[in-house]
């Protein structure tokens, strides 16, 4: 089997989806940007070879690539990423290549626009907040009037994260929104108030979860972006059924196969009418791809497991080998930002945590704004103590 890998070295923990497929005997054959001599270690025993291209954003480069390593290796079986930044290229390839075990261009729109998986969650039986494509000022306002009123949240219709988003409190937020709008598709959508609960898994061909996890994220990543707080969420050490239930079914209502999802929801804390109860699941976005950052190695220490052993066996098994763990705990994470003061000093938090925490770096500076500076992950065999990290580690001098 050859599985062509992009941009195998990003995140750098992604070196151990590679070195699970080179151990079940598949050809590795990586496309990066980045000089070999810089990849680790691991990256570089598990792959086969790699291809540098000047950059990852010239398709001609990267086509030219897939191009080689198929005379030298004979026609890719897969072409992936698990980056949400290149899906839409991924697919190209794929298509363009014609290999078939993964999505194609014209079917990755339904996962890359937000509007446009609206109609599969409705297919699921998922509520979703409704929404107002932008176009004119006064269409905008009559939207927000008809649908409860201010506040509501402004987005790129195609987008990563928090990137561009505005919650727009009143008229003049909405008119300056207007203004200073980037010349991109944007939605407006109802304001829901919850938090973020995301359910991740590893499908198989028919769309069937070979395994399954759920991470609470509080407070929202545009919160945390646009309000400049720290991060913190976990690992739960297990599946809310009504979560579990949503999660299968949008599975199958966007057709998926063979891959690694991260879909994420909103857990009701407010009641909505139209979208449910307190505590009832929202369908928020589809991301075709593992959870960001070390969220995969979180999901590893919370439930005893080897995720990328699992995906690797999916790509060439079509199954799950590995058996569950029955040893599932929470796995938290909490992270600082160098401009900050905090109560607690890095040594005095290794001092108390240090048989706990399995993951103690410094984030790269593309994920700052987001992930923090300096992140601590850690076990935990209860929500206390989940609730006690976050407030060690995050407790600031300006809020004693």
Sequence with gaps: MNFIFISPYFPHTYWQFCDRLHQNGVNVLG???????SLEQGLKNALTEYYKVDTLEDYGQVYKAVAYFAFRYGKPDWIESNNEYWLEQDARLRTEFHITTGVQLDEIGNWK??????????????????????????????????NGGYPVIAKPDVGVGAADTWKIQNEADLKEFFNIKPDVPYLIEEFVEGDIFSYDAICDSDGNPLFESSTHFPPSIADIVNNDLDL???????????????????????????????????????????????????????????????????MDYAHSTDVYRIWADMVTTDKRILPPSGDDHWCVYASRKDWHEYVHSHEEVLEKYGNQI???????????????????????????????????????????
Aim: with cysteine; proline share 5%; net charge positive.
């Design 113 to 146: 626009h937000k509007s446009a998986m609206k109609p599969f969650y409705a297919k699921a039986g998922i509520p979703t907040a409704r929404f107002h494509h932008v176009s004119t000022l006064t269409r905008a306002k009559n939207f927000i009037a008809k």
């Design 232 to 298: 913190w969420y976990y690992v739960k050490a297990d599946v809310p059924e009504a979560l579990a239930k949503y999660g299968r079914a949008a599975l199958k209502a966007f057709n998926v196969h063979s891959r690694y999802v991260h879909f994420e929801f909103f857990c009701l804390s407010k009641a909505r009418e139209g979208l449910g109860e307190v505590g009832d699941f929202v369908g928020l976005e589809v991301n075709m791809r593992p959870a960001g950052g070390y969220t995969p190695d979180m």
């Design 358 to 400: 399995v993951q103690c770096e410094r984030m790269p500076e593309l994920m700052w704004a987001t992930m923090g500076c300096q992140m601590y992950t850690a076990h935990a065999y209860s929500m206390q103590e989940v609730d006690e990290f976050i407030r060690f580690i995050q407790e600031r001098k300006d809020r004693a």
């Design 31 to 37: 496309i990066g940007d980045a000089p070999y001599d």
